[in-house]
Every structure is written in structure tokens, then in C-alpha cells.
């Protein structure tokens, strides 16, 4: 009697109206709207990176677009997952409310990641990466500080909030539109919808098409990878044809992961990775010691003659300091005047190279003399950053230098104080150490004049009886930029996007030039070996290889008495960061025993043209060597590319064919990463092993490998102690 009571407007619709034909069509529909989603944020990476576009032939980004198809659609029939077992359950497929929701949320979060990736990809030419996860670690407070003042924050949640409503219109719209026609009046046997063996047919069909989907390729082997997408000459479009909401995964995955894991793998013996890399790294200067125990350790014995009538050393580290926009390499914006007049005064490597991407691979590349490892990148932040290595801070505690240590921010960020402790540094000025200074910048500290002022007095209150090794690190070029409100230079513009970074840059030029210029007359200064490096470079629109060097191409600069006389005004040696301690220990002189992972640039043979082994930051696991003017890019699981390159004014880079020398830089490519890696995680890194006691033991010789044609490797063992 109730039930005949009821209002006709108010009957339920029977399962036609949510039957599995609407439920397939709202799948379908569904699915084209994803994929239209994701084609509109890779148009709008593309326009809002358009000047990276440069000579690009339009075909390739056709080309990106349809390899971002195959990726999109994994990601689409990853979020489709509930629809698509939905089809076995009349009751899910009648929840379309719920179903809608999970789409529209989804569609959300890839909208969120999409304008995410449009000043992520701007700052560091990679699509989403372990970076995000990076700096989601360090301290909360600065890294939302440096959002919220560096990045347009408000506009992109605008954005977000404007789209994403837009998503949840349109699937609402299509959740209607694709309702079958309600059935008030059915057979008993309509009313459990489609019969079970129908909705399991169904369902395997989706299954076999869904799989070829989420491979991405009919090929046999692997399923789609990221390098599927690298089919075209240029890396930007290469970049665009990855899916942001993929990309993040696989480094969440890699993330999560024990980084032991995504370590470099051993391709070779390693008897035979190590004979290699020690005919690589070990010159005429050095007896190698510890054969059994310690891979490259030896005792380096520099050239009499190359040694300088210098006592103290002061590191500077200057941040992004890219060597596209120095005037002395070749620029002509005058970004770099300061610079360029020192340039004048010392010595220039103009082939120079960061070992990464990221101020943390800089500091323990320059200063621990280890390279960047694929599983590694933010070693200082490892168990394994907790090893010793026979970086500066080892070699000159042991002669008994005092240290400082002069920084603009905090020295918790990329557990700096603890990995410099650690390493033999003891004294430390940081940002809660200045006083009124001109800029007090709430993410990142003080400004480089004042890091320079107060470096200034540091220097000159250290102990004279005893000489001195100092690190001084700038900062104001880094995002948000830490710089006056009456700016000591002219902003730069005509750079579009580049300006403010290009402005930052100057900044940090000038205060360098007044630093110097205010201890040019100090005592100590005669008795000084200045070596001024950058951390990293940016990106630039320019693309010379597919292993963007200009982010990694920085100025060397060692300035001290008498280097012009001994050994020139230029260099075009290559090298890396991890040159630099052996450099330094070469011009001070006396025999040192180290495991550096480079050598010292100024005591090489005159027809070596230096090697260096280059990594950007992230889970980017391409790796690179360049030897001479020649670049081998290896990226993961893919096969090896040569290129030849010419950086400075006029830069330009080419793909050579394979020959007779890519077999040869593979394999030391490969020995060089294999053989530090195993180094690192036996902690077989140091100067010597703990509790050892450098004995005068006679020397003996070594066997050389066959393909080397430098005479015997000397052979020192030393005693334990």
C-alpha cells in the first residue's frame, strides 16, 4: 500500500539507466577527456618554455606529441582502473557519482602537476623529478619560503582552482550525457543488468586492449620507458613527449626505493674496471698505495716547479655561476664585468665542467673530491655521506690549517654542518651570525655583499702563525634572489625570462669584485691561492647536445702569486669539480696522499686533453663523458651517443658517427662509475685506512693493463697500523 502511495516522479530508474552500455560510454568519454587534458599541459609546457623552441623543425614537436600519446595513455588507464573493474559489479557501475568523483579528482591532481611543471621544467629543463622529493625533505620553512617568494603562487592556485572546476563540469556533463534511458517497468531479468558471462566477456576484452595500452609498444621485451620518448634531435621536444604524472611516479618508485638499488650497475670485472680506472686517474706524479685495499689511493708527488709561494686557500663557491654568461668565456652581455677584470690577473680553464646540477653536488664534488653517482646525487644527505673522503678538509687538517667556513643561509640545509664536521671543518659563519645586515632574506639568509664583508673580517682575524683554508659560498643567485632593494648594478634586461636570474647573477659578480678589492691589500692575500668556481650553471634556450652542457659548464679561476708566469693566463684542458682539491694540493707543494676522483689540471701531459664525468641532479640516471671537445652521453638503458660540441660565444654541437674512440670512452665511462661506486659503498674512499700509519716502504711495480702506454705504475704499500 506504501508503495503504491509513492510519488511516480520519485521511482528509481532501473539498471538501464546506469546499464553496462552507459557505463562504457562514460569510460570512453572519460578517457578522451584525460587525453585531451594532458595534450592541452604539454601545449601549454610547450608555449610557456617557447624559447627553448629556437630551430626546432615543427615535425618534431608533432613527433612529441604523438610519443606523448602512448605515455598519456598508461597514465589514463591507470586512473580508468576502478571503471574498468567496475564492469563486473552491476552495483559499482550504478555508483557513477562516486566513479565521476575519482576522475575528476584525478584529472585535478594531474592539473596541479602540470602547472607545477611549468617554472619546475623553466629552472631545470627536466620534466617532474626526485627533485621535488628533495626538497619536500629539507627544512619546511625555507622551502615554502623560496616558493611563496619565488614563484607566482597565487596565479597557478588560481589556475588550478579555474581548471579543475572546468574537469569536474565536464565529466559531470558527460556522466549525464552518457546515462542510458531510464526503464521504470522491466523483466526480473533486466533488473540485474547484463547478464554475468556478457560483463566477463566484456571485461577480458578491455583487459587485452587495456595492457597494450599500458605497455605503450606490441614490441616484445620492456614496456614503453622514458627513453622511447627521445626520437628527435632536439631534447626540449624529446622532454615534452613524457607524461608529468609518470615521471613523478617512477621517481617516487626510485625514491622509495633503497637508493643502493638505483646505484650504477657492474658491467665489467672489476679487476678490470679498476685497472681502467686507475690508468685514467693515476699520472707519472703518482705511486699508487694500497693496491688491495683502496682503489685509486696514492701518494701524489707534484713537479717541483709547479708549486706556488702560497701557504693559506680560500675556495669560493659561487652559485649558479654559468659560464654561458661569462664575459671572459666568451659573452658578450656583460654580465660579468668583475670577473672578467680578474680573469685578467689568473689563470682561466675555459672547459670546465660541475660534476652536477645542484649546489649539494658542487660542494662535496669541489671540496670532497668525490664525482656524482647515479643512486647517490645527495650523497651528503646518505649513510654513506657519513664516510670519510680525502677531500680538502682531510688533506689540510692534517697540515694543520685553520678553517672557516662563510655562508649566507643556514647550514642545516643539505646537512651541510654535518657532512663538513665530519669531513675536518671546525669553524662556521652562517645566517644567525650576521649583524644589520643589508639584506636579511626570510628564505634564504643575507646577501652575497654581506656573506663577502663578513668573510672579509673572518680571513683577516685567523691565526697568522698558522696558515688558513677557507670555503666561502654565495647564494643570492639562487631563486628567490636575495638582493637589495637599491640594486649596486643595473638590472638586466632583453633576456625574457633570464633577467631576473641575469640580474642576480650581476649582483653576485659585483660582490665579488668588492671583496676582492677590499682584500687586495691584507697581508695575507701575497701568501693566497684563490680558486673561485661555480656550483652549476642554468639552462639557456641554446642546446648543444642532449646532455645539456650549459648547465653544466661553469668558470675555473685560480688567482695567486706567479701563476700567470708559471703556467699562462688560459687553459682548455677539460675538466671537473673533482680536479679541484688535486689542483690546490698541486700548487702547495710536498707529497700528499689522497683518493681524489680527479687530478691535478696543471701537472697533466702535454697531449692530454683532461676527462671529466658529468650527472645532472634528479633521478635523471644519464651520465656523460667529455674528453677534449668530444661528449659520449649514456643514457639509461639506451645506447651511447657521441657528439662533438664548441661552447663560448659561439656554441654549437654535432652528432658524430660511432668510431674507433666511443668503444674506448664507454668502457672508461663505465669502469670510472662502476669502480667509485664500489669504492663508496665499501667506504674505501679516504686518504688511508683508519688507524694506518704512512710507512717508507720500498716501491714496487704494478701491472699494466695491456692497452696503456704510459710507463709502469710505481706502487707504494703502506703499513697498517
Same mark, same amino acid.
Request: net charge neutral; aromatic share 10%; proline share 6%.
Given at each position: ?62 613527433? *612529441?606529441?604523438?610519443? +606523448?600519446?602512448?605515455?598519456?595513455? /598508461?597514465?589514463? @588507464?591507470?586512473? %580508468? &582502473?576502478? =571503471?574498468?573493474?567496475? $564492469? ?100 526480473? *531479468?533486466?533488473?540485474? +543488468?547484463?547478464?554475468?558471462?556478457? /560483463?566477463?566477456? @566484456?571485461?577480458? %576484452? &578491455?583487459? =587485452?586492449?587495456?595492457? $597494450? ?110 659560464? /654561458? ?75 694543520q690549517f685553520n678553517d672557516v667556513y662563510v655562508y649566507n643561509g643556514d647550514f642545516a640545509w643539505d646537512n651541510q654542518s654535518g657532512f663538513f664536521s665530519n669531513q675536518g671543518m671546525t669553524r662556521f659563519i652562517g645566517r644567525g651570525d650576521y649583524v644589520d645586515p643589508v639584506v636579511a632574506d626570510p628564505t634564504w639568509g643575507v646577501s652575497d655583499q654581506d656573506m663577502f664583508a663578513r668573510a672579509a673580517e673572518e680571513l683577516g682575524q685567523l691565526d697568522r702563525g698558522k696558515p688558513f683554508y677557507a670555503l666561502l659560498q654565495t647564494l643570492s643567485n639562487h631563486t628567490p634572489y636575495a638582493l637589495p632593494e637599491q640594486l649596486p648594478v643595473a638590472p638586466v634586461q632583453g633576456h625574457g625570462n633570464l633577467d631576473q636570474h641575469l640580474t642576480a647573477m650581476r649582483y653576485s659578480d659585483w660582490a665579488l669584485g668588492q671583496f676582492f678589492d677590499r682584500v687586495r691589500g691584507e697581508p695575507w692575500y701575497a701568501q693566497t691561492l684563490f680558486v673561485v668556481v661555480g656550483d652549476h650553471g642554468f ?183
Amino acid at each position: 500500500m506504501l508503495s503504491s502511495m509513492r510519488r511516480p516522479g520519485r521511482q528509481r530508474p532501473l539498471p538501464g539507466f546506469y546499464g553496462l552500455a552507459a557505463h562504457l560510454r562514460f569510460t570512453s568519454a572519460s578517457a578522451l577527456a584525460l587525453l585531451a587534458l594532458f595534450a592541452l599541459l604539454r601545449l601549454g609546457l610547450l608555449l610557456f618554455n617557447r624559447e627553448l623552441i629556437g630551430s626546432t623543425p615543427l615535425g618534431s614537436f608533432f613527433e *612529441a606529441f604523438g610519443n +606523448g600519446l602512448r605515455f598519456d595513455l /598508461r597514465v589514463t @588507464v591507470y586512473i %580508468l &582502473l576502478p =571503471l574498468l573493474l567496475g $564492469v563486473l559489479s552491476v552495483r559499482v557501475m550504478a555508483a557513477r557519482g562516486l566513479l565521476r568523483l575519482w576522475v575528476s579528482v584525478c584529472a585535478s591532481l594531474a592539473i596541479l602537476l602540470g602547472l607545477i611543471e611549468l617554472n619546475f621544467y623553466r629552472e631545470f629543463h627536466q620534466r617532474l623529478n626526485s627533485l621535488v622529493f628533495q626538497y619536500l625533505q629539507e627544512d619546511p620553512a625555507t622551502v615554502l619560503s623560496m616558493l611563496w617568494h619565488g614563484f607566482p603562487v597565487l596565479q597557478l592556485l588560481a589556475a588550478w582552482g579555474v581548471v579543475s572546476a572546468a574537469m569536474f563540469a565536464l565529466f559531470r556533463w558527460l556522466e549525464r550525457l552518457t546515462r542510458g534511458a531510464p526503464v521504470l517497468h522491466s523483466t526480473s *531479468a533486466s533488473r540485474g +543488468g547484463a547478464a554475468w558471462y556478457t /560483463r566477463t566477456a @566484456v571485461f577480458t %576484452l &578491455l583487459v =587485452l586492449v587495456c595492457v $597494450v595500452a599500458a605497455r605503450g609498444t606490441l614490441r616484445q621485451g620492456p614496456p614503453l620507458r622514458w627513453g622511447d620518448a627521445f626520437t628527435t634531435e632536439s631534447m626540449f621536444a624529446n622532454h615534452l613527449g613524457l607524461n608529468a604524472t609518470l615521471s613523478l611516479y617512477d621517481a617516487a618508485r626510485n625514491r622509495l626505493s633503497s637508493h643502493r638499488d638505483n646505484s650504477w650497475k657492474a658491467t665489467l670485472p672489476s679487476d678490470q674496471a679498476q685497472s681502467i680506472t686507475r690508468e685514467l686517474l693515476l699520472t707519472d706524479n703518482d705511486q699508487l698505495v694500497d693496491a688491495e685495499l683502496a682503489p685509486v689511493r696514492r701518494d701524489f708527488r707534484p713537479p717541483v716547479d709547479g708549486q706556488l709561494p702560497v701557504r693559506n686557500v680560500v675556495v669560493i663557491l659561487m652559485e649558479s655561476f654559468a659560464g /654561458r654568461f661569462v664575459g671572459a668565456l666568451g659573452s658578450g652581455e656583460g654580465i660579468t664585468p668583475n670577473f672578467d677584470r680578474l680573469a685578467e690577473d689568473g689563470l682561466l680553464f675555459s672547459r670546465f665542467f660541475a660534476n652536477g646540477t645542484h649546489t649539494h653536488q658542487g660542494m662535496f664534488a669541489s671540496m670532497a673530491c668525490f664525482p656524482n653517482l647515479p643512486g647517490f646525487e645527495y650523497l651528503m644527505q646518505t649513510p654513506e655521506g657519513g664516510n670519510r673522503f680525502s677531500g680538502l678538509p682531510q688533506l689540510l687538517s692534517a697540515r694543520q690549517f685553520n678553517d672557516v667556513y662563510v655562508y649566507n643561509g643556514d647550514f642545516a640545509w643539505d646537512n651541510q654542518s654535518g657532512f663538513f664536521s665530519n669531513q675536518g671543518m671546525t669553524r662556521f659563519i652562517g645566517r644567525g651570525d650576521y649583524v644589520d645586515p643589508v639584506v636579511a632574506d626570510p628564505t634564504w639568509g643575507v646577501s652575497d655583499q654581506d656573506m663577502f664583508a663578513r668573510a672579509a673580517e673572518e680571513l683577516g682575524q685567523l691565526d697568522r702563525g698558522k696558515p688558513f683554508y677557507a670555503l666561502l659560498q654565495t647564494l643570492s643567485n639562487h631563486t628567490p634572489y636575495a638582493l637589495p632593494e637599491q640594486l649596486p648594478v643595473a638590472p638586466v634586461q632583453g633576456h625574457g625570462n633570464l633577467d631576473q636570474h641575469l640580474t642576480a647573477m650581476r649582483y653576485s659578480d659585483w660582490a665579488l669584485g668588492q671583496f676582492f678589492d677590499r682584500v687586495r691589500g691584507e697581508p695575507w692575500y701575497a701568501q693566497t691561492l684563490f680558486v673561485v668556481v661555480g656550483d652549476h650553471g642554468f639552462g639557456v634556450p641554446e642546446e648543444v647536445t642532449e646532455m645539456d652542457l650549459f648547465r653544466f659548464n661553469v668558470p675555473l679561476l685560480l688567482i695567486a702569486p706567479g701563476i700567470t708566469e708559471r703556467f699562462g693566463s688560459r687553459r682548455d684542458v677539460v675538466g671537473t669539480q673533482v680536479d679541484v682539491v688535486p689542483t690546490i694540493m698541486g700548487r702547495l707543494g710536498g707529497e700528499v696522499r689522497h683518493q681524489c676522483w680527479g687530478r691535478d689540471l696543471l701537472s697533466l701531459a702535454v697531449n692530454d686533453p683532461g676527462f671529466g664525468i658529468i650527472k645532472p641532479s634528479g633521478s635523471d640516471q644519464t651520465v656523460a663523458m667529455i674528453r677534449g671537445d668530444r661528449v659520449l652521453v649514456q643514457p639509461k638503458e639506451q645506447s651511447a651517443r657521441l657528439y662533438r660540441y664548441r661552447l663560448g660565444a659561439n656554441p654549437h654541437g654535432e652528432r658524430l658517427a660511432p668510431d674507433s674512440d666511443t668503444a674506448q670512452l664507454q668502457r672508461q665511462l663505465e669502469a670510472y662509475l662502476q669502480t667509485a661506486t664500489a669504492s663508496l659503498l665499501g667506504n674505501r674512499s679516504a686518504d688511508r685506512e683508519r688507524g694506518a700509519v704512512p710507512g717508507g716502504v720500498p716501491l714496487a711495480r704494478a701491472v699494466v693493463p695491456a692497452e696503456s702506454s704510459r710507463p709502469p705504475i710505481l706502487v707504494r704499500q703502506a703499513t697498517e697500523g
